[in-house]
């Protein structure tokens, strides 16, 4: 398998959050892969999208959402929940995939012990589980995935067929209406590791 290069993350942000979709996110943990193909995934595009953390502009905590494509935005939620996202598009304007879920590959074993012992779905359904499964945290943010040495990037996988696409609203954001009722959720139908 090949590591997805920064073409791949230079084009239009929808269309990379949809071909995201059966691709595997590997993170190198000493000498252990641990990879999962991703199953679920949300787009955040621009200052015009009231859901983006870019709508109030750049700051220290979204600025590497104005990077160059193909790195990574982590960011905390709650305080306590991190939260991998892949920067899309141009550089300087600020767009990126969220990574919501994934069906486990490599190192289940590793994941379900950095999990606390939980397996099944609630191993890497939804972004915070999937970043503590796959030790992903804030020290992350800005790491290019195209890095042909980085211990964090995404490889190419089959992806899915159309039919297996389901496209809706993005789960838990606040904003316009507009925001709230965008089809820029992407999930695999049926597969068990979706979140809610």
Request: with cysteine.
């Amino acid at each position: 398998m090949d590591h997805l290069g920064r073409d791949f993350f230079s084009r239009d942000t929808l269309t990379v959050a949809r071909e995201l979709l059966g691709q595997r996110l590997v993170r190198v943990l000493g000498d252990r892969r641990l990879s999962g193909r991703i199953v679920e995934v949300e787009a955040y595009v621009g200052e015009g999208d009231q859901a983006c953390h870019a709508r109030c502009g750049r700051t220290a905590r979204n600025a590497a959402m104005y990077g160059p494509p193909g790195h990574a935005y982590v960011y905390l939620i709650y305080g306590m929940h991190n939260c991998l996202n892949v920067v899309t598009g141009r550089e300087g304007f600020p767009a990126a995939v969220l990574v919501r879920a994934l069906e486990p590959v490599e190192g289940i074993a590793v994941m379900r012990e950095k999990r606390g012992g939980r397996g099944g779905s609630e191993l890497t359904s939804g972004p915070a589980r999937l970043c503590q499964a796959l030790e992903i945290d804030r020290r992350f943010d800005g790491v290019d995935l195209c890095e042909v040495d980085s211990v964090l990037f995404v490889e190419r996988d089959t992806g899915v067929p159309g039919e297996q696409v389901v496209k809706g609203p993005r789960i838990g954001v606040r904003g316009d209406e507009e925001a709230l009722s965008a089809p820029w959720r992407f999930c695999v139908r049926g597969n068990r590791f979706v979140s809610r």
